[in-house]
């Protein structure tokens, strides 16, 4: 062999050595070890040398997880694992600690609250829980418990993560219900060791095994109650408990209730126009199979109507004579003119309900199927019109 290629062959041969070499175990530990630390693991497998598109170089790398004290003072025992990466920088065969690049952590030594306290964090808000499932279940959440397969992971002192198990049915089409047995994985936080746990968690499906299915009419599970609707109707009529008590009379013709509707709206608080219209307005402004559950018209005839008779720069009963102008007069349907005739407030009707006796429907009650209050919010109208006296206005016909 020439002499060169021999002298070439020992050079790379040197060199290749000292390129491949690798950190040994009690230099990576000793490199991880800190005030603190009570014990480094080294992965099980040999490092590696891995190329960074960050960095555009080649680093060598190999997983640890550094065991230290959690300094906590209330858990003076607590500890927390973290395990990551040990990172080294090559430079001329040489190898030099750079970083420890963290990837997840874990603490150990604090105590998880209790499987009641959990469940009943989990109870008192269920919505949470069962994520957009919510909306879709047909059940009572049944045999709500701690699941057998994971404990609570803690990832920082004030948050931790346990798994859930429980049984439901739900909707999963328009004609069929399945049961499950599923698993959900939550994730509790608070402020601080000695601060009570926020009611808000975090929530996620982690499995759902299906046990049987059970088929309906479309029409029947269109209007089935879900978790979601029960809850809001209990919330509704909480909302509804907590209006004034109007009582709406039986009335005997379309103009009767014109007048009802006008004097609530002359004479009544906002709260009581409200209470009003709940108890009159068409099933149409409700969800179906709902007298409380108010849909986005219904929610919308409500609060837009409420804005412009009590809450701008002139109201309702400023505006409109106690025996109102009439602007345009049908069969269930009628026009106000406010006291200058520059606006009018609308009210339409119809029959719902009752029942026949001898082919004749009765019993049957007036509702309200559209209600547009008009009132003038130009300073300039509202000042003409103050600027007559109300007797002159509303003797007018």
């Known amino acids: 062999m020439n002499l060169y290629l021999k002298i070439f062959l020992l050079v790379a041969g040197i ?8 950190p040994t175990d009690a230099q990576i530990k000793a490199d991880l070890t800190s005030p603190g630390v ?18 555009l170089q080649y680093f060598w790398e190999r997983g640890a997880i550094v065991y230290r ?30 970083r420890f690049l963290t990837t997840w952590n874990e603490y150990k030594g604090i105590p998880t609250p209790t499987n009641e306290e959990v469940l009943d964090m989990v109870n008192q808000n269920l919505s949470s829980f069962l994520v957009g499932r919510y909306n879709d279940i047909v059940s009572e959440v049944e045999n709500l418990r701690i699941a057998e397969d994971k404990k609570s992971e803690w990832h920082t002192p004030n948050s931790f993560s346990i798994n859930l198990a429980c049984s439901y049915e739900k909707k999963v ?83 009767e209730v014109f007048m009802f509707v006008h004097k609530i709206l002359r004479e009544g608080t906002a709260d009581e126009f409200e209470a009003m219209l709940m108890k009159m307005l068409a099933p149409s402004y409700f969800i179906e199979g709902s007298t409380v559950l108010l849909n986005a018209n219904g929610a919308n005839i409500i609060n837009n109507n409420r804005r412009i008779a009590y ?9 409109y004579c106690e025996d109102p102008l009439i602007k345009h007069r049908q069969e269930n349907m009628i026009e106000f003119l406010n006291k200058s005739k520059q606006t009018y407030t609308r009210i339409a009707l119809e029959k719902f309900g009752g029942r026949y006796e001898r082919g004749v429907k009765v019993g049957q009650e007036f ?20 600027s007559f006296p109300d007797d002159e206005l509303c003797g007018q016909k």
């Open 311 to 319: 809450e701008g720069k002139s109201t309702y009963s400023q505006q």
């Open 69 to 98: 004290n959690a300094k906590i003072a209330e858990y003076p025992n607590a500890t927390v694992e973290i395990g990551g990466i040990a990172r080294y920088t090559i430079v001329d065969g040489k190898f030099s600690f750079n």
């Open 15 to 22: 060199l290749g050595g000292k390129l491949w070499s690798q």
């Open 38 to 55: 009570i014990k480094v693991e080294l992965s099980k497998t040999n490092g590696a040398k891995v190329w960074s598109t960050t960095y």
């Open 173 to 255: 089409s328009y004609t069929e219900t399945a049961r499950y047995d599923a698993i959900y994985r939550v994730r509790f936080y608070r402020d601080a060791i000695t601060s009570p746990w926020k009611p808000g968690f975090v929530s996620s499906n982690q499995e759902e095994n299906e046990l049987s299915r059970t088929t309906h009419s479309a029409d029947d599970l269109r209007v089935m109650p879900t978790l979601a609707s029960i809850d809001a109707e209990r919330k509704a009529n909480e909302a509804l408990a907590g209006l004034p008590a109007v009582v709406i009379p039986e009335f005997q013709s379309d103009v």
């Open 367 to 386: 509702k309200i199927t559209g209600l547009n209050v008009g009132v003038l919010s130009r300073q300039d109208d509202i000042d003409y019109m103050n």
